[in-house]
């Protein structure tokens, strides 16, 4: 039986699928639709979204379209390679980084507009039906969550699009290539200011190589310039804030990162990974400027963190990449990891120099001010600050227990 809601908030792309939940909310639950549609720099146009919200019987008073470029930087993708956050050794967390913020949104409109309910497009087999509502219920416990994948029979694309002919509605599955031109395609798609993603058809055979022509932001490694091309990061307390000497707002850095990387081929990845829900999944991942992050981001600690404070925080990765790709952004263990790598990130300042060349990020150099690494102390040549006879004390203490144990065992 169905809970009776008045008000609902929809998170709305104006694709095929929320297209289609706009008009069966309006149906099964007779309720008032309140759309929403974020700009996450996904690198199309989302006023459209506007208009076919119009088209479906939305007030215009109920449509909201916001652009969320720099909050999705700052406060979320920024936080995130602070902790150089990577899920199973390659996936730099794209889509699952973006979920906390869409439930965000959705929740604060609902307090605003006085909605008792919220919804989404998410399917039951994926995992982000997990982030979207575990975001809302972690902001508000009383709010109602309509998962129309969880209710309906219209479990297949055809069963979609004869819902859509039988109700008018249309649907234009348009995207942008790396030129800006519109193109169709024919993968389930997800894209913000960090990355897009391609999953289904032809790339559920493990085996089956992605096609060319898929990829949509990225010159392919073979086709990128044959002239490499330097760059360098400025960063300070772990964030990067500068690209070549010019200090530029989060989202407009990333963005520039983003053409770079695009132009050199960099960020493509083809992965299997383990989705929370239980089930293998393939997908590719264009992140271009975040892969180029990533590495300038550790090289950058390389020089201004502690060992053991470094040793330390690479331990929290795994966890950390756990917790954000299952949709545990807004949770407090999150929140607890989040402090403790801020605190890390105190002195992470400075700037990184890296060569872009053919699908590659070097890094080939880094400075600091607050430089731990000490050339004096490093040095293969003559020094005055090393003793190197202290070395043979060092060895023999942590060998010590080595030794007893060895006397004890080899002798009996």
Request: contains cysteine; charged residues 30%; glycine residues 8%.
């Amino acid at each position: 039986m169905k809970k009776e809601v008045k008000k609902v908030v929809l998170a709305y792309s104006g694709g095929l699928d929320t297209s289609i939940i706009l008009k069966w909310l309006q149906d099964e639950y007779n309720a008032e639709v309140i759309t929403f549609t974020a700009d996450l720099g996904q690198g199309e146009e989302v006023e459209p979204a506007r208009q076919k919200a119009l088209d479906n019987g939305i007030k215009p008073e109920n449509i909201f379209i916001l652009d969320v470029q720099e909050e999705f930087v700052k406060d979320y993708v920024f936080p995130m390679f602070r902790a150089n956050a990577i899920y199973e050794g390659e996936y730099l967390l794209g889509t699952s980084i973006a979920r906390p913020l869409i439930a965000k949104k959705q929740i604060e409109i609902a307090y605003k507009m006085g909605a008792d309910a919220v919804s989404h497009g998410a399917t039951g087999k994926g995992n982000d039906q997990v982030r979207f509502e575990l975001g809302y219920l972690g902001l508000n416990p009383d709010i109602t969550v309509i998962a129309p994948w969880r209710e309906w029979d219209l479990n297949s694309r055809e069963k979609l699009l004869s819902y859509a002919r039988e109700h008018g509605i249309k649907i234009d599955q348009k995207h942008v290539d790396a030129d800006g031109n519109p193109t169709v395609s024919p993968y389930s798609m997800d894209a913000n200011l960090l990355h897009i993603s391609y999953e289904g058809l032809h790339l559920e055979n493990p085996m089956n190589e992605p096609e060319e022509s898929m990829w949509l932001w990225s010159n392919s490694p073979q086709n990128a310039p044959d002239e490499k091309e330097y760059i360098t990061i400025g960063y300070k307390n772990g964030d990067p804030i500068s690209l070549n000497g010019e200090e530029l707002s989060p989202a407009t850095l990333l963005r520039k990162l983003n053409e770079y990387g695009n132009k050199h081929g960099i960020g493509r990845v083809d992965i299997v990974e383990n989705r929370f829900v239980g089930m293998k999944a393939r997908g590719c991942y264009e992140t271009p400027g975040g892969t180029i992050m990533l590495k300038a981001h550790r090289a950058i600690e390389s020089i201004t963190l502690d060992r053991e404070e470094a040793h330390m925080k690479d331990g929290m990765i795994a966890k950390y990449a756990e917790l954000i790709y299952n949709g545990f952004w807004f949770s407090p263990e999150r929140e607890m990891l989040q402090a403790a790598i801020d605190t890390t990130q105190k002195y992470v300042q400075g700037s990184v120099k890296l060569k872009l060349y053919k699908g590659n990020v070097e890094v080939v150099g880094r400075e600091s001010d607050m430089s731990l690494y000490s050339e004096a102390h490093s040095t293969f040549e003559e020094d005055e600050v090393y003793n190197q006879k202290d070395a043979e004390g060092f060895i023999r203490l942590n060998a010590l227990r080595r030794i007893i144990a060895g006397k004890k065992r080899n002798h009996k």
